[in-house]
């Protein structure tokens, strides 16, 4: 079965500090992975795709087959960027997302 | 478009009691999913539907969940009867085809408390 593995519940980082938001999983067959993003009093969305190869607000996210890891990283933080992040794998055979614990980011001045 | 609708947008309810929690998927999207948001478990899926027709209901908790959709435009998540572990935010989504290409547009949420 998959599985989504997102080991820190808080990340508080300074503004102008580099992020990285952890994310591992285990899938038997070809990864397809996401990052989503859910600001304070909006709605859960879509962020990034591994697929896409896609820079989005500065993130970025690098599958490493090896590691099994599709950490999110920005080189620096802004205040705007605090918000709870989900990492989520797609599986091909069963046609849904299974979602991570999801991390909640605290940028601070 | 307003995006997915949810109501009522936060519930409370005592033990015991019946709570149906409401979804108007985006119009044209053809697959509704029903999520529910835990501290201790993050996002996980509860049932999802394809042109109306329940696919997988595996994440249903138990017996007390049941969840339809009689048209492509309205979908129903009921809980009988409530207890307060069911304490949580229950989000919507819809999505036009299922794939890592077809991304899931989400819906503001429920949060209900069971007392």
């Known amino acids: 079965a998959q599985r989504v593995t997102q080991p820190e519940k808080l990340l508080s980082v300074f503004k102008g500090a580099p992020v990285e938001l952890k994310c591992n999983y285990s899938y038997s067959g070809s990864p397809e992975l996401f990052w989503y993003v859910q600001y304070s009093r909006q709605r859960l969305q879509l962020l990034l795709r591994h697929i896409s190869r896609e820079s989005i607000k500065g993130f970025t996210a690098d599958l490493n087959k090896g590691e099994t890891s599709f950490h999110l990283k920005k080189p620096f933080a802004q205040e705007e960027d605090s918000a709870m992040y989900y990492c989520?794998?797609?599986?091909?055979?069963?046609?849904?997302?299974?979602f991570g614990t999801g991390t909640r980011l605290q940028v601070t001045l | 478009d307003a995006g997915v609708i949810q109501s009522p947008r936060h519930e409370v309810t005592e033990m015991g009691q019946e709570v149906t929690l409401r979804c108007k998927p985006i119009s044209g999207h053809d697959y509704l999913f029903w999520y529910r948001q835990t501290m201790m478990r993050g996002l996980e899926l509860l049932i999802y539907?394809?042109?109306?027709?329940?696919i997988d209901d595996s994440g249903m908790p138990e017996d007390r969940f049941s969840a339809k959709m009689p048209n492509a435009s309205f979908s129903t998540l009921k809980i009988q009867p409530s207890e307060p572990r069911d304490s949580a935010v229950y989000f919507c989504a819809s999505s036009w085809g299922s794939g890592p290409y077809n991304e899931q547009f989400f819906g503001p949420g429920t949060r209900l408390t069971v007392l």
């Open positions: 989520a794998l797609w599986s091909g055979t069963a046609s849904k997302l299974t």
């Open positions: 539907f394809n042109n109306n027709v329940p």
